[in-house]
């Protein structure tokens, strides 16, 4: 055979980016290097804007010194956070169960998250009663999901359910099952979304996609809004009048306008949601909760108050760190402008009155 | 009232190095930055980070849009939680992001020794 001419061919040039640092300038191969585009096999820069977090997302002095990843020893974890912030009680959100919602599949993603609830009981949970776990579940079958918070869910130190999100609103019936089983223990749903946005299935921001970190994190708040507000006119707090709700990391300091609008739009589309028989605001105040960080940092400190009155008072707060990741907050620093008295309240008393006998304090709770 | 610290011998400080020593009831980093010394308090005003665990960097200049220009190489302190940004040399932020700035103290040699001056803290 001669002449033949082959349209479909791939070469593939080794070494990174350095064949290709003549071509660059300095700014533009460090930028490409960042991005990934340099790995081994890589080449394709992947618009995964959760990937780039300042500082790859993690504090390096929460690497313990015997190294492994942040947050991954627990004996360090014990001194480094909970002794030094003078912490009674921490809940445990593990992401790696999470991101099983991100799969593909229900039956996996089932035991995958239900090894991890016993492996967490055996290890972390039976070192120190400190550490609380937010049991996980897998949203693909919410029957499965319902099975094994019957199963899991009355292990001491469980503190609630976190139930990952997919690309249905929290109010809507899918959930249902889950929110029956975790209002018959008594568990509160702790709803922190994994980052999402750059895999299969998870819930996406609305307005399309971005691609810088910084959109994100700005942005990330109308996801959980999202689930909020369908909670609310849906009538999950009618349907299941003992749930409980956490909202963690997706802001508050967007709740007085949503709420003001939320209440002002109930007044006119009431006859659209007859179960509603109270304020939006009104159901939040009585069965949700949200975590501090990332708290408001604005200029004025005063103006940080003024919000947590807008929003119906310190009470709807309860602290948190977010451990270890690169926004982390400890409670040396934060919610400086509140008056220390409501700062305490939110650093301890209001996590004691919602979880109530769920914690595992030193004192037993009543 | 302050006061001269000794912190080391000027060829423990080699251009590039960073090391961090506790002296005066403060843990401070000391810079060698293109052969001048510098002493940084390791302690990020914003939060409270230790700060002088970050690398000595560069960082990308103000620039237009879609460009990336990097400049500032080996005078950047860029803080390991929140990603804010210092000029090591003067404790500034960089480009007015923010008023706050890190602590920095005088740092003088003398017949080899180097001395960081400031008022010494009380530990707690």
């Known amino acids: ?366 | 009232m302050k006061d001269r610290f000794p912190v080391g011998r000027v060829e423990d400080f080699p251009p590039g190095s960073h090391p961090i020593v506790d002296v005066g009831g403060r843990s401070l980093g000391i810079y060698n930055v293109d052969g001048a010394l510098y002493a940084v308090q390791n302690l990020c005003p914003h939060a409270l980070a230790p700060i002088c665990m970050a690398p000595v960097t560069g960082t990308y200049l103000p620039s237009a849009p879609g460009e990336f220009v990097y400049g500032l190489e080996g005078r950047v302190l860029r803080c390991t939680w929140h990603g804010w940004e210092y000029d090591i040399r003067t404790g500034e932020a960089l480009f007015g992001t923010e008023r706050r700035r890190l602590a920095t103290f005088p740092v003088t040699v003398e017949a080899g020794q180097v001395f960081v001056t400031m008022r010494a803290l009380a530990r707690a």
């Open chain 1, 1 to 366: 055979m001669t002449g033949v001419i082959d349209l479909d061919i791939h070469p593939t040039v080794t070494g990174g980016l350095d064949p290709l640092a003549p071509y660059l300038t300095r700014a533009q191969r460090d930028r490409l290097e960042f991005l990934g585009a340099g790995r081994e096999g890589g080449g394709f820069l992947v618009g995964r804007a959760q990937m780039f977090a300042p500082n790859r997302g993690q504090r390096p002095d929460t690497v313990s010194p015997k190294g492994g990843p942040p947050c991954s020893d627990v004996d360090f974890v014990r001194e480094h956070l909970l002794d030094r912030c003078g912490i009674d009680a921490a809940l445990m959100i593990p992401l790696q169960p999470v991101s099983a919602a991100g799969w593909t599949y229900a039956d996996e993603a089932a035991w995958y998250v239900s090894a991890f609830n016993d492996l967490m009981r055996d290890t972390w949970m039976a070192a120190d009663r400190r550490f609380h776990l937010a049991m996980t579940v897998s949203p693909l079958d919410p029957q499965l999901a319902a099975s094994e918070i019957r199963r899991f869910g009355r292990t001491p130190g469980v503190l609630g359910i976190e139930v990952p999100l997919i690309n249905i609103p929290m109010g809507q019936r899918h959930y249902y099952p889950i929110f029956e089983a975790a209002q018959e223990l008594g568990l509160p749903i702790i709803q922190h979304g994994l980052g999402g946005w750059d895999l299969v299935g998870v819930t996406q921001a609305a307005g399309g996609l971005p691609v810088h970190y910084a959109e994100r994190y700005t942005l990330y708040g109308q996801i959980g809004q999202t689930q909020l507000v369908t909670m609310l006119f849906e009538g999950v707090f009618e349907r299941f009048p003992e749930l409980k709700v956490v909202f963690v990391e997706w802001g508050w300091t967007w709740l007085p306008s949503l709420l003001w609008r939320a209440d002002s739009t109930w007044k006119s589309a009431r006859i659209h949601h007859p179960w509603m028989k109270k304020r939006p605001s009104e159901y939040v105040r009585d069965h949700v909760r949200f975590t501090t960080e990332p708290a408001l940092e604005c200029d004025d400190p005063e103006h940080l108050r003024q919000v947590v009155e807008m929003m119906g008072g310190p009470e709807l707060l309860l602290f948190s760190t977010d451990y270890p990741h690169w926004d982390s907050e400890e409670p040396f620093t934060v919610l400086k402008g509140l008056p220390e008295a409501d700062r305490l309240r939110i650093f301890r008393d209001n996590a004691v009155d919602f979880f109530g006998s769920l914690l595992r304090l030193p004192q037993p709770v009543g």
